[in-house]
């Protein structure tokens, strides 16, 4: 699939994979011999393409449930009760909210608080910095851009599920989607008891129906001209790092999508010598065996695991 000198792109739809490894295992090398052996591959490549999952942004102080639910959210919690949904911002986003005028009450409110808003970039800083001199390039499945701000150029970013600050028609009918960071600080200044005023209710455009976050919760998801546009870059890359030196460097990715980055990320580096898999996961960083020493898993506290990585790289190359 991905022959040398080949010009042709690997589209995002050839990169996806949904082979399970069957051979998975949790390294027992001791951490120290880990980060060493990662931090050696890293320093040798040319390339890095990193995937990042849910796991880095709360590894790196993202919050989604607990007391910081409570603290923030407790308007919607009187209003719901505490409920099935009303526990953690995931859980809320599910909630049969009765009409639109709610719906963006909620939702404003969480996105900029998980998007806009968030600033969780110190553990990303630390990381970029440590990569300073490669070519990089960043795979994620977040929404909350915390990459961007930490100074990760948007050229070299795909965000492929959507982001916190875009707006799309709820049934998909055109293939754009909206800023929305302005809107949503309207509303969540006009916010009373969970609701917006009416005339603050984003409509559709093209056919007048209901809008919806750019977040891919079903198949009306929309990918506009910049998703399409990062698609292209993140395919060039690609090509470019397939027969150079190249570490994978996996974050905070488990199970609850491992179609996008964990499976493609284990089948490149099962499809060529000169491509290796760093794995970093709080407890999810398992290997397939049959990768051998070109596969490292560090299950590990991940703020731990970065900034030790991070500080191996800058001490240099003495082995
Ligand atoms: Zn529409």
């Known amino acids: 699939m991905f022959n040398r000198n080949t010009k042709k792109k690997t589209r995002f739809s050839d990169f996806l994979s949904g082979e399970y490894a069957r051979d998975y295992i949790n390294q027992t090398t001791p951490y120290a011999e880990q980060i060493d052996r990662a931090a050696k591959r890293i320093r040798e490549a040319d390339y890095v393409l990193i995937g990042a999952g849910a796991g880095m942004s709360t590894a790196a102080g993202a919050e989604y449930g607990g007391r910081f639910f409570e603290e923030h959210f407790a308007e919607f919690q009187k209003i719901y009760g505490k409920g099935p949904y009303m526990q953690d911002m995931y859980s809320a986003g599910f909630y049969p909210f009765p009409d639109q005028e709610s ?18 970039t110190p553990l990303h800083r630390t ?41 799309q028609c709820k049934r998909g009918c055109h293939p754009k989607t909206y800023d929305a960071v302005e809107l949503f600080r309207q509303m969540e200044r006009a916010r009373q008891n969970g609701r917006i005023p009416g005339e603050l ?6 056919c007048g129906g209901n809008m919806e976050m ?44 491992p179609t996008i980055i964990r499976f493609p990320f284990e089948k490149l580096t099962r499809q060529r010598e000169n491509i290796s898999l760093v794995r970093l996961s709080r407890s999810k960083a398992m290997v397939p065996a049959s990768l051998g020493d070109r596969a490292i898993g560090i299950n590990a506290d991940m703020a731990q695991s970065i900034t030790d990585l991070a500080e191996k790289l800058r001490e240099g190359g003495e082995e």
Request: proline share 5%; net charge negative.
């Open 103 to 120: 719906k963006w009450g909620y939702w404003s409110h969480q996105a900029l608080l998980a998007g806009p808003d968030l600033d969780v």
């Open 127 to 167: 990381l970029l910095d440590a990569l300073k001199g490669k070519k990089i390039f960043l795979l994620s499945t977040n929404a909350d851009r915390q990459f961007e701000k930490a100074g990760l150029p948007p050229e070299q970013v795909f965000a492929t599920q959507g982001t916190y600050d875009r707006i």
């Open 201 to 206: 209710v984003p409509k559709c455009p093209v």
């Open 214 to 257: 750019n977040l891919r919760v079903d198949n009306f998801f929309v990918e506009d001209e910049n998703w399409h546009a990062a698609e292209d870059r993140f395919s060039r890359f690609l090509s470019e790092c397939m027969d150079g030196k190249t570490v994978l460097l996996e974050l905070g990715v488990g199970f609850n999508t």
